[in-house]
């Protein structure tokens, strides 16, 4: 695909590449920009239809929308700003250096240059700046035929017409009514009579997750977004919830594998991000090992007199540590969807005992059968590592399934807090219930 | 809230309590009935009113609908049934015992018995089976007139009268015309002249998580579903996409985990389905240590005479775990992400190549400050315990990087493959490098 658009750009062969691009959605062509040399990318932006120049550039990467940008004469930045949506542009000015920003106030109209100003300033995870105050309100006493002329003659985007909200003179949130209320009624109907009231909303500095979660949960196409007055400032359509749930999935994700997240995709982020994103994490994580080296080292009598004891340890350590991830990752997993909350501390506690012991004497059987099987070492040897084995699942299920629980508690993040340090806390556990089991029975 | 219902219910004041559900979400509702005691649930669904009874039973779990179903007359199931939207009764059939199913099918009309039918036999994962075929088709001939009196007259769900579908005589998919271009339209307009040519569709047979990353890409509110002679069959629409999107992320996660995957949430798993969906993988993983228990052993020469060699086997292993799990889960979600594929291996190993040298290198020193400032080991061991960490994390990272790749090249499932068995790997690499680094250096 990209050869051939190429091969058209150096042919020159303009009409046929207008007519190609002209059949592709916008996000197919700004996919199109990833693989293309940059030095053709202005000119096949030029090529695109007026009409989705606007999208095309919205789905570009920030760092390609730079680069156009700085290309773009003052008449074409006009043109593409009129042309997008006041949530997109938002979007689009985030990500951009002070003096691009700069140039592209410059360039929009009054009207959404105050409201640009106005997202601008809500913090950067709340539903406020994720909102768009594109919609359409209605009033009380308007009929179902002056809604329509109003949606008609906004006209604004394609998620944001089939929910209608009502508001009153001072702008409070009233009720909705969606497009398909509307079409099922008659055309004198008066819209206090068919519209919802009370309406689930939101407030403006509440968590953009749980707005996504919101409108997941209740099949919303948009949810509204209200002040502390309780006046209607905006609405988040679901397309933007959508990208919310898997931004939130990718970052729980980095933070249980020990990473700090990132919003860039992995092969758009550079070298020494990746290291940024890393490393802390790492060098935390290694310095904390200093602990299990402790016990070691303190056992190391024991360790000389019985050395076949420490074949055992990477087993132990790792089946600990997978035990214990399991319970914190399925916490932490449930805690994200609103399923798992501290109130259900004892029920979680009282399940996790009953499978770890499950857990723990299937894996100490199975572990005893083999050691007897390959003569791994003798009888007094395979029962300690088997007791330990037990101790090690309970402790490690009990670990992970409290800690996360705890740290959603006190206020910090469960995924960054329980994740990365249940290893740690499950290895020292575990070596020094061996180290102990192994010189009570072992006499050494 | 849920004693002030049990309040309500216990003291029979039900004119009051219907009050209360009649301005509640359906969702809502629902979440009452998880925390009711059972012998109050019948009662209070009755109170119900009749237009969200349907909505609140599809949002209740499968254990309740079951145990209601088993309580309810043959009208109340019908009447229960009749108002179910297709989609919800086949989610709800595919949950219950067949003796509930016959049941169901019994008072269903006839014309959704064939449908649900229909539906049943579409594979587990596949467009088909999260379809509806609830939706507006129109003709190329009609006028926008003649579309909003279709669209009045069948009246279907809310998410699916926002973007019709034109199909021709024998149903094959032409177009489509969002409910906005209608209301913009005049009404005497040809629905061909305003309607979109070739829109973006699915097959039946595809896999139901691509379907729900094209809606969420496009930014559609639902997505045709055609069949292999591009005839339209159903559609999927976005809050089912959304459902599709965040549970192949728990999915995804719970893999990671080592567990293998279930639909039910947490609390609601028994302890012998919990157990049972961890064991495996613990047992598995367990066995496969050793390998690491036979290089310990291997080597026991070289650790008697230097036991200190053994103190930091568990900080090289964890830092290689965890080395390489941020490499592999970056990976693996890009692959479920579609930002990754087979063909970036290159650009990937390149990449990891240098974020591990970084890494090493990085940590390498501190471990070597740390060691010689808590005077931990002489310098050799520092020197053997430094140079390992640093082959560590480049293998770690590297192995990481490639193996998820290579799992989706060759068909597996990159989750499941390679995240549970980075650690067991990389294990076993950390402790071969470190003893041959110690036998070389120490000359032991």
Redesign the interface.
Known sequence: MINDIIELITQKQYTKLKAILS?M?P?DIAQLFDDLPERYMPLLYRLLPKESAAEVFVELDSDTQEMLIRGFSDTELKDVLDELYLDDAVDIIEEMPSNVVKRIIQHTAPEMRHSINEILKYPKDSAGSIMTIEFIDLKEDMTVRDA?TK??RT?VD??T??TCYVTDRNRVLKGLV???DL??SEEDCVIADIMEK?P?SVNTMDDKEDVARA?????F?SLPVVDNEYRLVGIVT??D???V??EE??E???K????TPSEK???KTG??D??LQ??P???L???S??F???I??HF?TA??SS??L??????L???G???G??AS???I??IS?D??DFS?IF??IW?EI??SL??GV??AS??FA?MMI?K?AALPIAAVVCITLVCT?FFAKLVGCTLPLFAKKIGFDPAVMAS?FI??IV?AMS?FIYFNIATALLHI
């Open positions: 059949d959605e996000v329509f949606i008609r006209g394609k998620e017409i089939y969606s497009a398909k079409l099922l009370n689930i409108l997941s949960k209740y099949d196409l679901v397309d919830a959508i990208d749930i898997e999935a990718t729980d994700i980095e249980m594998a020990a990473i995709p992995y092969l070298v020494w990746t290291f890393r490393i994490w790492l060098l994580l290694m310095i090992a200093t299990t080296a402790r070691i080292a190391e360790l000389q050395l076949v420490s074949t055992f340890i990477p087993m350590m790792d089946t540590g997978n035990s991830s399991q990752v399925t916490i997993r449930g969807l399923e798992i259900d029920k979680t399940k009953r499978v499950l857990c299937v894996l199975a572990n083999k390959l791994e699942v990365p290893t740690t290895d070596l």
